[in-house]
Structures are given as C-alpha cells and as structure tokens.
T-cell receptor, first 114, second 112 residues
C-alpha cells in the first residue's frame, strides 16, 4: 500500500528566511504525482505545487520549490523568503496513475516568526 | 473558471439527528468528486468518492452515506449522527487534464 510520511509535526522559521519541509513516500508504481497542499487557519485546502514523477526537473512556483528525489522516494518543499501568510499546516500528497485517490501525509504545522 | 461550494459552513447537531451536507461544482463537467473528514488536529480521511452520477465508492465503513444525484452535486448524509461524526468535512473535485484535487471551503460539524 502507498504511504506518505511527514516526519516533522511542527516547524518554525523566521520571516524572510528559508525553510524546508520533508516528505517521503512508499510506492511500487512508476507513474505517479506528488503534491503539496497548504491549509491556513481558515482550513481551506490550497494546492501549492505539483510534481510529475516522469519529470526530472523540480517544480517551482514563485517562492515555493521542491526537491524531488525519485530513487530515494523523497519530496521536500522549500519555502524561500518566508512570509507571515505562509503560516499553515502543510500536507504532502501522492496519487498514482489513473487511480482516483490521493494519499495524504499527516501534515507539518509551520509557524512563521516575525 | 471552476468553483466548488459547500454548505452549510458550520453545523451543530444533537446526537441521533439526521445530516445532509451538500457540495456543488461549477465550471466543469463530469468531475470526480470526493468527501473527506478531518478530525481535530490533523490528516484527511477519504470517506467517499464518485466518478459519475449514481456511482459511489465507500472507503471506510461508518455511519455516513453519500449520493450523487446530479453530475456536479455530491451529498453526504447520515440518518443518525454519533458524537464521533464531529469534524471538518471537505469536498473536492478533479477532472482531466488535472491530476490534483481542488477543495471546497469545508463544513465544520459539531455533534453534541
């Protein structure tokens, strides 16, 4: 069964600094997708970034980037120039091929200190 | 553009009462639809998903049921609520060519 592990229940970062959130996953599939979602205090789930497993290039969205290590089954999220609005719960998620379902990690709570 | 609506936003219900939560999607056709529950503190638990009208897949045995009476409408129901049904309920959709899921604003349910 596919599993997603986020080993850091909580992280903190100073405003304007950089922070990296970790995610590892277990799969025997070769065609899959990985995502990071952000859940601020409003509890709305917001897609931050997507990575296709067949792409070697790491995805980037403005201040958010990933380090995708397929062989190690690792998918970390780097947030640069952290802002107060980045404070949220961050979830890593996995989806394989034509499967309909996402598998989520348990989340990392990020605090941004002014 | 696509949008997803959920109502009500908050709900307080007594134990044993019925439940109906509604989710509708606009701006897309034939979406896959999903119901998740998030207990206080953490992760998301997939409850049901649907790939078409009348097609429901249940992920965990529980006190809840789901229905999809129209292409872009997904309903979560219960005949008799339990205390353990309290939580935050999220509806989501995805449609080709997207592989990611997009979430609604959620419903906060408290069962007393």
């Amino acid at each position: 069964a596919q599993t997603v592990t986020q080993s850091q229940p909580e992280m903190s970062v100073q405003e304007a600094e950089t922070v990296t959130l970790s995610c590892t996953y277990d799969t025997s599939e070769s065609d899959y997708y990985l995502f990071w979602y952000k859940q601020p205090p409003s509890r709305q789930m917001i897609l931050v970034i997507r990575q296709e497993a067949y792409k070697q290039q790491n995805a980037t969205e403005n201040r958010f980037s990933v380090n995708f290590q397929k062989a190690a089954k690792s998918f970390s999220l780097k947030i640069s120039d952290s802002q107060l609005g980045d404070a949220a719960m961050y979830f890593c998620a996995y989806k394989w091929g034509s499967n309909y379902k996402l598998t989520f990690g348990k989340g990392t709570l990020l605090t941004v200190n002014p | 553009s696509q949008t997803i609506h959920q109502w009500p936003a908050t709900l307080v219900q007594p134990v044993g009462s019925p439940l109906s939560l509604e989710c509708t999607v606009e701006g897309t056709s034939n979406p896959n639809l999903y119901w998740y529950r998030q207990a206080a503190g953490r992760g998301l638990q997939l409850l049901f998903y649907s790939v078409g009208i009348g097609q429901i897949s249940s992920e965990v045995p529980q006190n809840l049921s789901a229905s999809r009476p129209q292409d872009r409408q997904f309903i979560l129901s219960s005949k008799k609520l339990l205390l353990s049904d309290s939580g935050f309920y999220l509806c989501a959709w995805n449609a080709l060519p997207y592989n990611e899921q997009f979430f609604g604003p959620g419903t906060r349910l408290t069962v007393l």
